[in-house]
Nanobody, 130 residues
Framework: QLQLVESGGGLVQPGGSLRLSCAASGFTLDSYAIAWLRQAPGKEREAVTCITSSDGSTYTANSVKGRFTISRDNVKNTVYLQMNSLKPEDTAVYYC???????????????????????WGQGTQVTVSS
């Protein structure tokens, strides 16, 4: 079964932190570029950060730069999103996505990540509220 499953979402106070996990099954992530995306109510889905398979380079949207960090653990076949200093505007459903990466740098431009034809998770809700 080829799938990605997000977990770790929940309700957090402004300024708090969460760590999301994206676990792959049925395939190995070490040859994939992986991205975290989010969709807030009434808003389009946007990519917030991406990590390559080739050299582990990361790309992060300005809106979350310095607060969100993507990382991968190839042994656990899992990707993480560490979210710090959370703001109410970070409230959204967060998704992970993966696409095979060969000669192409799939993470650039970041604006094209929502168009990936690859594997997508079902999302996990993150709510930042006092």
């Amino acid at each position: 079964q080829l799938q990605l499953v997000e977990s770790g979402g929940g309700l957090v106070q402004p300024g708090g932190s969460l760590r999301l996990s994206c676990a792959a099954s049925g395939f190995t992530l070490d040859s994939y570029a992986i991205a975290w995306l989010r969709q807030a109510p009434g808003k389009e889905r946007e990519a917030v950060t991406c990590i390559t398979s080739s050299d582990g380079s990361t790309y992060t949207a300005n809106s979350v730069k310095g607060r969100f960090t993507i990382s991968r653990d190839n042994v656990k076949n899992t990707v993480y999103l560490q979210m710090n200093s959370l703001k109410p505007e970070d409230t959204a459903v967060y998704y992970c996505a993966a696409v095979r990466e060969g000669l192409f740098r799939r993470c650039v431009p970041l604006s094209r990540v929502p168009t990936w034809e690859g594997y997508w998770g079902q999302g996990t809700q993150v709510t930042v509220s006092s």
